[in-house]
């Protein structure tokens, strides 16, 4: 066990600190979600708190069924909780009519599916560009970023091919290009590496946490993979739709890093990581 | 068990199944409706002995477009079914994993496709019923008649027909149904919905290759087709040019996605902006995978277009004049050189063998007709007729048409010569006398015309001769006949020689009273005898007046045999004193049965040659987008907004329902400007009316249905999300 188990959740700290430094990039305050009717309530969520900081990369862990796909739902504004308030960048979303939800998503988060969720139409350079043509970001502007961050993750020679052409570790690495090319607030990873071979996972966590300390990029993402989660600088567990552990890496080596999970993991009775 | 599960999937899948319906409704409406037709009360009250015939020939054409009909909406049907069963496959794959058996998963889809069309095919009927009631009305504007007694028709025969024909389709859709079922391995049900389609890519510079050559070969195939003309079916120019466009337009739409994307892809200006490579994509890709059938959708625009318009314009060409060529209340015309054998030297040899009597009788009343049908019956001659005039053709013993036609200008000959037959050629000039067109002029109420001793006149209505005339009076053209010399005036007459469909004379000439004189003293007789006649106003119809005119005519000979079937040759065993009957009410009559007979067919196939069209191009488009609807779900997460995803959806609909559109419009606009050259403005029909006809009819089906399709892929876009 490691010192930080005992802080059960850092929403202790209160929010006066917050006020003093710039706001984060992502709180999410006293979410609770519920589904069903009134005789058989589910609570995905259970007045869950956390704070994601400015240039973090953060993972969230939990076994299946624990709130971690409710919750990214939730902070993606696909789903609205049933109360509690989510702050991306200090801004409330939570009360976000539907309109400006759609704005929201387009100009502060980038997205990372498990299943590439490219679009096979178009090739890779216009699966890219698509996140700054949406945005109306002048057309020369378009090509020239695109090209820029395709070169930054290895993925310029393959730009011109469709999603069909490519492997799956190529495919991922473009859809973080596409998340990352409009300098979202936030980028929302889930479960990146699920669809991929282990050679092209490392690939592809090490291309995320080069754009986390290069790039500055904020990224959550939601994986039961250890391994992944020892890219990461900060790991949050969640069990029954709330915060249970927290592991920070610190100074310490990955290895170490994915030792010190492995023992939560472990604790948490194995349920994490079985049904990867 | 399997009837619970069929009507649970109808109302689950209503919108899969609502153009289907839709289209099927439309197409057992007109199915029945046009079926209907001739078992009309109002056909009844219309239907004389002279439209007998036209009615006659529109049953049997509706019959056999029908035919067609019916087998352009099997196709619709077994196309939509097709469309149906691949959206449902993983569905169809749950039920077999569960262990039903693929007959009776077949069996859940075949009561569907049996449920709707059911519930189709009844509604149909009964708005076929209402709108065979609204024909009728048309049918009564169409002869320029008002409807005395109305009451409802229903038509058990059209009834059965349409019932057994969509029995029929039914049956054929089952099979294959049935059979695409079976057919499937459970893996590919399954996995029917996650299984990457393979995105086609061609290479630009091969499509761009292609899109060139296709254009050159669609140029070639205009230029051939206005060689042509389109005035025969077997002309090598015209098959040369139904091939050449079939195979051009098939590579266009072939080539045109990689093309198109060649071009667009690099003007990134215009390129990355907003949806727009989404779309280009997506309508690529479309078109890359579907060129099949744009290309069979082009084709049966163009036919859809070009049928309707060219229908109603041959209606103007064929009725338009039925005023201007039935002046008289009535022909009589007498055919003396009846069964004329060109061998012979005398033309007449035939009439004289067979009616040596007649022959005689004619020859003895220098062939006056109106004095002896006037003995016969004197009453009734005086009580009908106001006045009367005859006009008896004479050949010109020494000169033929094609000396005629030597006399006019190289370009002006070489027309006539490649439109008339030998035949026409070859024979002898008409001649007129002009003091019995004088007569005749006068019967219409017309100024007479003055001819000098060495002079002759043109006579022509014609519209196709109408140059050639002119040419001729101008120049003042010098012509021979009977060993004379006479110059023409520079006026051509019109006048029409008798009551018939269309304006008839063309190039007769009118000479003085000498030239005729002579040609009788050299013992010639008349070829034709047209006894052209007025109705005294005495209060009766004219209908009336047309039955005391047959009167009048039996009296001085037998009716044939034949006079009950046929109209106007009753009296065709008698050649003298008249051989048929042409009258100005039949005439009008028979115009408005062809009027209707063409009008109908016109719509018939127009119409449902572009249900079928909107019907498979809704389907297939709606099929796309919800194939794509991760793809929009995906754009929504991405944070696209409602409102460009719209616009981008309205954007394929709209590329995929205009583009055969616009090539089909191409390929109408010049098979109606060569028809325009080669028939319409010959016959100085105005074809621009057709044509709006014909812009309204898809303005409101076609874009009724691209509506349609928007609205559903919309809605259903919306509520993926």
Redesign the interface.
Known sequence: MTESIASPTPSSMPGAVMAQSAPAALSVRQVAKTFGARGALTHALNGITLDIDKGEFVAIMGPSGSGKTTLLNCV?T?DRPTSGQILVDGRDITSLPK?AL??????E?G?IFQDF?L????TAR?NI??????K?VP??E??ARTQDIASVLGVAAVLDK?P?QMSGGQKQRVAAARAIVGNPALILADEPTGALDSHSASVLLDTLSMMNRQMRATIMMVTHDSFAASFASRVLFIKDGALFNEVRRGDAGREEFFARIIEVVTFLGGGVGDDA | MTLKLAWRNIRASVRDYAIYFVTLLFGVAVFYAFNSLPGQQVMFDIQSRSTANVFDLLGSMMAFFSVVVACVLAFLILYSNGFLIRRRKREFGTYLLLGMSPGQTSRVMLVETAIVGLVALAAGLVIGFLLSQALVFVTAALFGTTIQQYRFVFSPRACLATVACFVVIFAVAAVFNTGMVRRQKLITLLSANTSNQKVAVRNPWVCLVAFAASVAVIAYAYSQLGESGMRELSDPHFIRATVCMLAGTFILFWSLAGFIIAIVTRSKSFYLRGLRPFTVRQIASRVNTAFISLWAICVMLFFSITTFSCGMGLMGALTGNAREANPYSASLIAYVYSNWDPSSDDPAAGFKEAHPDEFAEGAERSWEIAPLLESNAPQAWTQTVRDSAQLDVYLAPDITYQELVDKLSPAQAHKLSSSASDRVLKANVDLVGVSQVNATRTLLGQDAISLDDGQCAIMNNADVTSDAARELASSHASIRVSGRELTCTGDVVSLQMSDNAVLTTTLTLIVPESVIDSLKVQGAFPHSCYLNLMYADNGKTAAENDAALEKIVAAAQPLSERSAQVDGWAFESNLWPVTSVVTQNEMTEQAGGIRMLITYLAVYIGFVLLIATGAVLAVQQLSTTSDSLPRYRMLSRLGCSEKSISRSLLAQVCVYFLLPLAVAVCHSACAIHVLNESLFSQMGTPILTPILMAAVLVLVIYGGYLLVTYTTARSAVRSAR
């Open positions: 993606s696909i309109r759609t704005t929201f998503r387009r100009d988060l997205f969720n679009l096979n139409t178009l216009e560009a698509l996140a700054l043509t949406i109306h057309p020369a378009v090509a469709y069909g």
